[in-house]
């Protein structure tokens, strides 16, 4: 019992961590990141400079704390702004059967939230 239960946990902790993955080039740390949810609110000219992506494996994390682990890292490689796309949602199954032939599932489900690194010209 006391195995089921430390699986548990480690499964619930690991699955509530944040991952974020960045494609793009970096510049020296800024102290403040604008935010956009959408290009047309910029009146001035940028240029993109990366794409980030940043998803949580559980109901214990928030899209908010996404987002806030991506402002973080748009002001550690120089961003200016951030321009957020809509945030979705992934589902997974996975199916296994024990030697006994008892088959379970698991249901997973990840949030994730998409972005854009600009600089302003």
Request: one cysteine or more; aromatic letters at 10%.
């Amino acid at each position: 019992m006391k195995y089921v239960i430390s699986v548990l946990v480690l499964f619930l902790l690991a699955g509530g961590c944040t991952k974020i993955d960045y494609v793009g080039e970096e510049y020296g740390p800024v102290q403040k990141v604008d935010v956009y949810y959408s290009a047309d609110d910029i009146e001035r000219p940028y240029r993109t400079i990366g794409y980030i992506s940043g998803s949580s494996g559980s109901w214990l994390r928030t899209t908010k704390g996404i987002v806030s682990k991506i402002v973080a890292r748009g002001k550690e490689v120089g961003a200016d702004a951030v321009i957020f796309g809509p945030p979705s949602r992934t589902y997974d199954m996975a199916i296994s059967s024990d030697d006994e032939g008892r088959v379970s599932s698991h249901k997973t489900s990840s949030k994730n939230v998409s972005a854009v690194f600009i600089q302003y010209e």
